[in-house]
């Protein structure tokens, strides 16, 4: 059954054409595990449906990180991320974010950033869709134009995915095509 969708918010899903989101704290619960010379993370597997979705759907997908982490490489690989920027605070999210937009001849009105704490406030005050994560801090909560009611790492992806999708009436042909 397809969520409602408040009235407010349709304008903003139905124009997104990139969706972006942080990756620690987003994608993720926010713990990393290191053990040895590895590092693990926890990827929901929900969000990442979501996201092949969205591709398929045409949205570009784009993870934005100020920390390089072979493992968020190795989930955007799999996952066929479009643009996985990982610049280790060398340039902050915002340059970022709008090297890509020059790049895709896109502007912040075409974005949907996704985020969780301080370090995302400049793509969330910036994107034509600003959302924090359930479990967001109080900035990136103030700054957003919603606020998912699931948590980082816990469905939070997927479910302003499905709104997406839906307000761009491309949630309902994929339950189809899965109900076959």
């Not at 290191?34 to 045409?58: C, P, Q, S, T, W």
Request: charged residues 25%; contains cysteine.
């Amino acid at each position: 059954m397809a969520k409602k969708i408040p009235k407010s918010l349709h304008a903003r899903l139905a124009r997104v054409k990139l969706f972006l989101c942080d990756v620690d704290g987003v994608l993720t619960d926010g713990s990393i595990f290191i053990g040895g010379e590895r590092e693990f993370k926890r990827f929901n597997i929900r969000d990442g449906l979501g996201l092949v979705l969205a591709r398929r759907a045409g949205l570009k997908v784009g993870w934005v990180s100020a920390r390089p982490s072979l493992a968020t490489q190795l989930r955007a690989d799999e996952l066929k991320i479009d643009f996985l920027v990982q610049q280790g605070d060398h340039l902050s999210k915002t340059a970022a974010i709008e090297t890509l937009l020059a790049q895709e001849k896109l502007n912040w009105s075409d974005v949907c950033f996704v985020g969780d704490d301080i370090i995302d406030l400049g793509p969330l005050t910036r994107a034509g869709l600003a959302v924090a994560v359930g479990d967001a801090m109080p900035e990136p909560k103030a700054a957003a134009h919603y606020v998912t009611q699931k948590t980082g790492g816990h469905g939070a992806i997927r479910e302003i995915l499905e709104l997406i999708l839906q307000a761009q009436k491309q949630w309902q042909p994929f339950v189809q095509k899965y109900s076959e």
